[in-house]
């Protein structure tokens, strides 16, 4: 590019740099190294030879000439696209404080979740609005996704310690919300989030094929800004106990304070 | 008058050779709203195109009305999709091999299920997955990009982290000195399982086989007519220029930056490893792409349906570029059970332009090109290319002699310019730094053109091969009976084995 940056530098920049400076020019081109964090190194280009750097450097100067380094232009072009305004909405991408299998999903305009598709389990839930991707997509996946809004709660392990190993066997589409599909120890367990009315939180169905033999505590962390009711069980502080039979199916809404 | 359109036909006949002469390109609108960046290609058996995009969405494009309609969206950066039999879509994400399944059919999918994601996953932007590739008996290869050390890896990352080589886990992590620290991680490295590997997968995906290793930045997988699983990668540390590998079990292809996930390994960080001792281990390229001439980041192989392109190149592979405005056919030859190949550049000088990052060929023999940038030079959105369906002067066939090539071509040549043909050969230097240039290289006479009866064939006598070399034809001189030029007028033959 004349004007604007793309691998390496533009030609209008390398002019600034390297105007009437040859052996500089040469000595950069084989070894460029990285000058800026979050910009794709330029490879060395010593396969040219030092005759062919030349020609280019004497060349670059020509075309570069009068021409001004153009401002980069901020924001996502693509902000609007149909699937990106959607709602709900699954996003796999690069999330902070996940693994990198994430799901992104916006469950309505205002309570999103990030979900890890490597430990199989919820990581964090927010409020505000879904992800910004641009500073994923604009590049080559060097920079993760960035959360729209606050996050209201966080998981560090699974509520429901079935042992491992887990394995994640993706979702089915249901009115545009995803019902989780892993196996978790000897259990196939699918989880489906659901928006609460009026933003008041997100309920989360589980399913456990087989039901557990025995009665098992659920516990949620209790230091978080939510109040937990279910449709089984019942509840200690913030851990759910329930029968054997309950754990074929149970729900759990997550009310935020 | 008569005269007049005589010598125009003449004049024009001895005018460059022009693809558009021949070929139409034709840009077909971008779905709206959508970035416009392909990351994968496939054609459906009704002839509708199905197209997966940079952002996650996977498209379907309808010829017959110039629509697009929505299949699925929100995966993970898809660089590759197989359309199956019966219609459902496997597709190739960062995180995952996913198969889309439309079960209440209503044009789009509702099942995403994993098919397989047993290998790890450093959070490094250029950890890319590619495939699936399918064989005869329905077995799936994908593979594996290494991590760049452009950047670190994350905190968290999927799979086993191998402490091996001159950097722990916690200097390989963001918020380390990796401005000092990435130079002794490697150019490119694979600390999380199978970077830089193809695996096997049983068709359903629930059984794994670590089938080939020492690979780099692989993006180009598919089997050829004849059963080769082709591979192309890039130029980089171990690849002198973008190599075109015909992967076989158990195969080591160079880059050394794969090597500790080897079952059995010694522990030994690859780094550390001679260049005698890889190359000696290491399994030849059956074709080179010379860089800045060729390809420099040369992408998907597409076998050429019957009907598409000229008969002569039914059945043959044709190859994608990012770098270089044109895509390349496969000439393919095998000495002593060696595959090797001719590779010849396709529709260079015409409107293609670059980025040319996947293929499909529609039922009415229309090529579809999808482009992308991914932030490296490229383009985006589909070129459509079509055929006129008269046939033109190009190089259909070359087969390695013992002294020499046979060049076999798609009209009579005209016997006046064969010794216009021109001969250069080189090899290159295998070494851990960026690329290599271009050792020994040299003009190789040619002691005699022969052309055989029916004008077609044309045999050089060279004295020898040499092993270990790319052999460069300069095609540009010669023409047909008819007054015209070499479509595609030069191919480098990278000589693995020559005949005995």
């Known amino acids: 590019m004349l004007d604007q940056m793309l691998v390496g530098p533009s030609l209008a920049e390398i002019r600034t740099l390297y105007d009437g400076k040859p052996d500089e020019f040469v000595k950069w081109s084989v070894a460029p190294r990285r000058k800026r964090p979050n910009v794709i190194e330029m490879p060395s280009m010593v396969h040219v030879g030092e005759e062919g750097l030349r020609a280019i450097h004497e060349h670059v100067m020509k075309v570069s000439k009068g021409v001004k380094v153009r401002e980069q232009k901020e924001g996502d072009p693509f902000a609007g696209s149909p699937p990106h305004v959607a709602r709900p909405q699954v996003q796999r991408i690069f999330m902070p404080d996940a693994g990198p299998a994430a799901i992104a999903i916006a469950l309505d305009g205002n309570v999103s979740l990030c979900w890890d598709a490597g430990e199989c389990r919820l990581r964090y839930v927010w409020t505000g609005g879904f992800i910004d991707g641009h500073p994923y997509w604009k590049g080559n996946g060097s920079s993760q996704a960035k959360i729209i809004g606050k996050v209201r709660y966080k998981e560090s392990s699974a509520p429901i310690p079935l042992g491992e190993p887990s394995k994640f066997l993706g979702y089915r589409m249901e009115k545009g919300l995803p019902v989780l599909r892993y196996r978790m120890g000897p259990q196939y367990v699918t989880e489906t989030f659901s928006p609460l009315p009026d933003g008041a939180g997100f309920s989360r169905k589980f399913t456990l094929d087989p039901p557990l033999k025995d009665a098992q505590p659920v516990t949620f962390p209790s230091d978080q800004n939510i109040t937990y009711t279910s449709d089984k069980g019942k509840w200690s502080g913030s851990t759910l106990t329930l029968q054997a039979a309950d754990t074929a199916e149970f729900t759990v809404r997550f009310s935020l304070k | ?500």
């Not at chain 2, 390994?265 to 290491?282: F, M, N, S």
């Not at chain 2, 999808?370 to 079509?386: E, Y």
Request: one cysteine or more.
């Open chain 2, 1 to 500: 008058m008569k005269a007049l359109i005589l010598l125009t036909a003449t004049c024009m006949n001895l005018t460059a050779a022009t693809w558009t002469d021949h070929f139409s390109f034709e840009k077909i609108p971008n779905p709206p709203g959508i970035d416009p960046q392909v990351g994968a290609m496939g054609s459906l058996k009704d002839g509708r195109i199905a197209v997966a995009f940079h952002r996650g969405e996977v498209m379907i494009y309808d010829p017959s009305s110039s629509s697009w309609s929505l299949f699925a969206t929100g995966l993970h950066e898809p660089l590759g999709l197989l359309v199956e039999d019966d219609g459902s879509i496997l597709v190739m994400q960062r995180p995952e091999l996913t198969r889309l399944k439309d079960t209440d059919g209503d044009g789009a999918a509702d099942e995403y299920q994993t098919v397989f994601d047993d290998f790890g996953m450093s959070g490094n932007y250029h950890e890319f997955a590619y495939g699936p590739a399918k064989d005869k008996d329905g077995y799936l290869y994908i593979v594996l990009g290494v991590a760049s050390n452009g950047a670190p890896i994350r905190k968290e990352v999927r799979g086993n982290f191998l402490e091996i080589g001159q950097v722990d886990r916690a200097g390989m992590t963001e918020g380390s000195d990796w401005g000092k620290n990435s130079k002794l991680a490697g150019r490119m490295y694979s600390r999380v399982p199978y970077r830089g590997w193809v695996l096997k997968l049983s068709p359903d995906g629930s059984k794994m086989e670590p089938y080939a290793s020492g690979f780099r930045s692989p993006n180009g997988i598919g089997f050829d007519a004849s059963g080769h699983l082709l591979i192309t990668d890039n130029q980089g540390d171990w690849r002198p220029t973008s190599p075109l590998y015909d992967v076989k079990k158990d195969g080591f292809y160079g880059h050394a930056a794969s090597l500790p996930w080897t079952k059995g390994w010694d522990g030994r960080d690859p780094l550390k490893i001679g260049v005698t001792e890889l190359d000696a281990l290491q399994q030849p390229a059956a074709g080179y792409f010379p860089q800045g001439e060729l390809a420099n980041s040369p992408t998907m192989p597409q076998i050429i349906p019957a009907g598409a392109f000229p008969d002569e190149m039914a059945g043959k592979t044709l190859i994608g570029e990012m770098n270089q405005p044109n895509l390349i056919r496969v000439l393919d030859d095998e000495v002593d059970g060696t595959f090797q190949t001719g590779l010849v550049p396709m529709f260079d000088k015409s409107p293609l332009g670059i980025g040319n990052n996947r293929m499909a060929f529609g039922k009415d023999g229309s090529l579809y090109v999808g482009k992308t940038a991914l932030s490296w030079p490229g383009s985006n959105g589909i070129t459509r290319i079509k055929w006129d369906g008269k046939p033109f002067l190009s190089l259909d066939r070359i087969k390695a002699l013992k002294t020499g090539f046979a060049l076999r071509f798609t009209e009579p040549l005209d016997a006046s310019t064969i010794a216009k043909l021109s001969v250069k050969r080189h090899t290159y230097d295998y070494h851990q730094a960026y690329g290599s240039e271009k050792k020994d290289e040299n003009n190789v006479k040619v002691n005699s053109a022969n052309l055989s009866s029916d004008g077609k064939t044309l045999t050089l006598d060279l004295g020898e091969l040499k092993e270990g070399y790319l052999h460069k034809l300069d095609m540009s001189g010669l023409r047909s009976k008819s007054g015209g030029e070499v479509f595609g007028d030069k191919a480098w033959y990278q000589v693995v084995k020559a005949p005995k």
